[in-house]
T-cell receptor, first 111, second 114 residues
Framework: TQLLEQSPQFLSIQEGENLTVYCNSSSVFSSLQWYRQEPGEGPVLLVTVVTGGEVKKLKRLTFQFGDARKDSSLHITAAQPGDTGLYLCAGARNYGQNFVFGPGTRLSVLP | GAGVSQSPSNKVTEKGKDVELRCDPISGHTALYWYRQSLGQGLEFLIYFQGNSAPDKSGLPSDRFSAERTGGSVSTLTIQRTQQEDSAVYLC????????????FGPGTRLTVL
């Protein structure tokens, strides 16, 4: 059983569309991170959220940490082919503990 | 370069052989992690080194897997008597410290066991 669940598992959309991917758990996290991994490369950190209800924006990407700190969402506006990749969420249960990764959402943005 | 490097980038081996995978973390990073990623899957934690503390080996799947970190820098992941199910991409990451720090990942070593 995964500590973190991500949905959808796969998503294929056309350039210009909006999308939201989700990261869910029954556990509370002190902090949660989102990474993007492109083919043949290691994951790269996009954002870290630490406060329940927190919303962070990074250009066309909007990240939200749930009020109860058990879930998070990533919304992409006007998706571009360069957004294609595997989106991974990672959570730390307590301060000082290692992050546990979810299985990821594989996004494909078609031109 | 200033990033995490891993070698080799690709390794093909025969079932039953031993393999060593190398990771050079970012200079000054005290934390080092190894993960395994099977095709199309997320990251499976293997082992974690933090400074001079005893490593967290809780993710190693069997006693055929071991890792060392010499001098607080370079790390080697060794897989003995490789099996076909060991085929995966092995990723190394380092961070300045633990507890919320950003992990910087290397490009990975793709291991194929025939």
């Amino acid at each position: 059983t995964q500590l973190l669940e991500q949905s959808p598992q796969f998503l294929s959309i056309q350039e210009g569309e909006n999308l939201t991917v989700y990261c869910n758990s029954s556990s509370v996290f002190s902090s949660l991170q989102w990474y993007r991994q492109e083919p043949g490369e290691g994951p790269v950190l996009l954002v870290t959220v630490v406060t329940g209800g927190e919303v962070k924006k990074l250009k066309r990407l909007t990240f939200q940490f749930g009020d109860a700190r058990k879930d998070s969402s990533l919304h992409i506006t006007a998706a571009q082919p360069g957004d294609t990749g595997l989106y991974l969420c990672a959570g730390a249960r307590n301060y000082g503990q290692n992050f546990v990764f979810g299985p990821g959402t594989r996004l494909s943005v078609l031109p | 370069g200033a990033g995490v490097s891993q070698s080799p980038s690709n390794k093909v081996t025969e079932k039953g052989k031993d393999v060593e995978l190398r990771c050079d973390p970012i200079s000054g990073h005290t934390a080092l992690y190894w993960y395994r990623q099977s095709l199309g899957q997320g990251l499976e934690f293997l082992i974690y080194f933090q400074g001079n503390s005893a490593p967290d080996k809780s993710g190693l799947p069997s006693d055929r897997f071991s890792a060392e970190r010499t001098g607080g820098s370079v790390s080697t992941l060794t897989i003995q008597r490789t099996q076909q199910e060991d085929s995966a991409v092995y990723l190394c990451a380092s961070s300045l410290r633990t507890s919320g720090s950003e992990q910087f990942f290397g490009p990975g070593t793709r291991l194929t066991v025939l």
